[in-house]
């Protein structure tokens, strides 16, 4: 069964673009564009790994992720997205699956390499 | 016998002379220094008596009681000076000319010290209307002034410094800092500086008062008073407390805004960077696709651009660059021309733009292009936060001496918690920001040509799920 991936990003050209990427590598992918949306789909179809956008508009990036690792037995590995990546408290990164911190603008290749690193998949190419 | 006589009588004289030389200080509150020259010179007298005595020995009686008879009549005029005629050469002539020179020395001197007495007076009268102007000017000053003598009492507070720690300054009864200001940081600053303050004389330190949404900062500049010959010791503290809550609240709303700015600017950077990529990559696998993602790009593109406008517009409005260029106008045309423009993006979504306007002409004192630019911006946000088929009301009346400006939407409405913020730069409500894209900015433009250029008020009442209403202020023309 392939990866599925969870991106939340309420920037939806953000959200399109890194989806389109994942699925060109074979990743199957679900796009929520805020927070509350993405909590709800993570809960209903259990996604293996989750992009988030840090600043979205009601649940926060960082909020999301300690919903679903307060209510979910296994955590699910997290790429965290930001425009603001200095303004993230190291000591809450420490306490959360957040695998990376990747500030924007951000290179979809980069993402795709960091994505494929943490599921422990290679290079389809 | 002749001669005892004579030596009685002159000290007699003499002694006439230091009458009429200490009468005048006496009541006179002379300092102790000229009392004790006057008492000297009587002393001077006195020994010239002595010696005058055996002169007079040898002189005829005649003359001698010339001599008398001229100090009585000088006692009774109550002269001083010219006691004994000069006219003879001979010994009594002599002394008569020494002791005149004496006593008119004196008698300068008594003079003199009356001058410096009067002169004491008027300087410790000048000193005092200065204390009073330096007093005056302190207390006027709109930092606050505590000064502490070397014992920790208050000697000076003035009226800043009673407001800012709540109490009232006696100067007629000094008491200790520590009964009048209570805040135990600030006390703990002044009396350290009371304690080391030889080494570092000159301090500037920050203070916070209170916490949470009342703290206050204050730049505190401490300065310790300094006597002895070597500066070793410490007699009082000033302390001047400058409220710099302000300057820090407009250096975090600086940062805030800098902030915001480069996130809002990263968004659309972000889309054109990774679209960019991804048709270098190849990852655009049909020509379709690879128009896609150029779209993107260029709507990405036009979106910064819009941002970066919306920023220097309202910087250089703010910043006053922008002239003004006020009139009396009609609103009513202002708001017509506004509803004209908007007409064909309202059509789009199907919402009906009504302009319900009076048929009386309501004038205002302004800029038409900024009023314009105002009334344009809330009515496009209407039409950007109103779901198809709704509906858009335009209407002006005269409310006491305003011009009142309703733009009516029945969109989603804003939550109470965001309604008093939606005029903040950047502020954007989060169901606005899933409804529609803007830069956060239109609504601050709006605020200040409105408040600031025109001097009137906007206002937002709003229900979530019935719509809004913007309300522009602006004063009539009568």
């Known amino acids: 069964m392939p990866c599925r991936i969870l991106i939340a990003d309420d920037e939806v050209a953000i959200a399109n673009v890194v989806a389109r990427k994942l699925q060109n590598a074979g990743l199957q992918t679900i796009v929520a564009t805020d927070g509350q949306e993405a909590y709800e789909r993570a809960l209903a179809e259990r996604p293996d790994f989750v992009i988030t956008d840090l600043q979205m508009p009601g649940m926060s990036g960082l909020e999301l992720c300690e919903r679903l690792t307060a209510e979910l037995d296994a955590p699910i590995p997290t790429i965290l997205l930001t425009a603001k990546g200095f303004e993230i408290d190291a000591m809450t990164l420490t306490h959360l699956p957040i695998l990376r911190v990747m500030t924007k603008p951000f290179s979809p290749s980069e993402l795709l390499a960091n994505v494929r690193e943490a599921l422990g998949i290679g290079s389809a190419t | ?478």
């Open chain 2, 1 to 478: 016998m002749r001669r005892a006589a004579a030596v009685v009588l002159l000290f007699l004289g003499v002694g006439v002379d230091l009458h009429l030389l200490l009468e005048p200080l006496r009541d006179s509150g002379q300092p102790a220094a000229v009392k004790a020259m006057t008492l000297g010179a009587g002393l001077a007298l006195a020994v010239l008596g002595v010696i005058g005595g055996f002169l007079i020995a040898r002189v005829p009686k005649e003359r001698i009681d010339g001599v008398t008879d001229h100090l009585e009549s000088m006692v009774r005029r109550g002269m001083l000076g010219l006691a004994i005629s000069e006219a003879e050469s001979d010994a009594l002539g002599r002394l008569g000319h020494a002791i005149n020179r004496y006593l008119s020395f004196v008698k300068e001197e008594v003079e003199q010290s009356h001058l410096d007495a009067k002169e004491r007076q008027i300087q410790m009268k000048v000193l005092d209307a200065e204390k009073r102007h330096i007093e005056a000017v302190i207390r006027a000053i709109s930092d606050g002034v505590v000064v502490t003598d070397a014992f920790g009492d208050l000697v000076l507070a003035n009226a800043a410094a009673e407001g800012t720690f709540g109490f009232k300054f006696d100067p007629a009864a000094r008491r200790p800092i520590e009964e009048a200001i209570t805040d135990k940081g600030f006390l703990a600053l002044v009396n350290d500086m009371r304690e080391t303050g030889l080494f570092t004389p000159h301090r500037t330190v920050e203070w916070i008062q209170g916490a949470g949404e009342q703290a206050r900062s204050w730049r505190v500049i401490l300065n310790t008073v300094v006597e002895g010959k070597r500066h070793d010791r410490i007699s009082g503290v000033v302390a001047v407390l400058h409220d710099v809550t302000k300057e820090k609240e407009i250096a975090r709303m600086k940062s805030d805004f800098v902030s915001i700015v480069s996130h809002e600017l990263k968004a659309p950077l972000a889309s054109i960077r990774a679209y960019t990529e991804m048709l270098v990559d190849g990852e655009a696998r049909s020509e379709a696709e690879q128009r896609e993602y150029l779209h993107v790009i260029g709507t990405e593109t036009d979106r910064m651009n819009r941002l970066i406008e919306s920023i220097l517009n309202l910087s250089r409005l703010e910043s006053g660059l922008v002239p003004v260029n006020k009139t009396d106008l009609a609103v009513t045309e202002i708001l017509r021309d506004a509803a004209d423009v908007m007409t064909p993006q309202a059509v789009q979504k199907s919402i009906r733009l009504e302009a319900d306007l009076a048929p009386v002409f309501f004038r205002v004192h302004g800029d038409r292009d900024m009023l314009y630019q105002a009334v344009l911006n809330v009515v496009s946000n209407a039409v950007k936060y109103t779901p198809e088929g709704g509906q858009i009301r335009i209407s002006t009346y005269l409310d006491d001496s305003s011009v009142v400006v309703d733009v009516a939407d029945t969109g989603y409405g804003i939550p109470p918690e965001d309604a008093g913020r939606v005029f903040e730069k950047f502020y954007r409500s989060r169901h606005s920001a899933k409804e529609a894209k803007g830069s956060g900015l239109g609504l601050a433009l709006v605020k200040h040509v409105v408040e600031v250029v025109h001097g009137g008020r906007v206002a937002v009442e709003s229900d979530v799920g019935k719509g809004s209403i913007f309300r522009l202020y602006l004063p009539a023309v009568r």
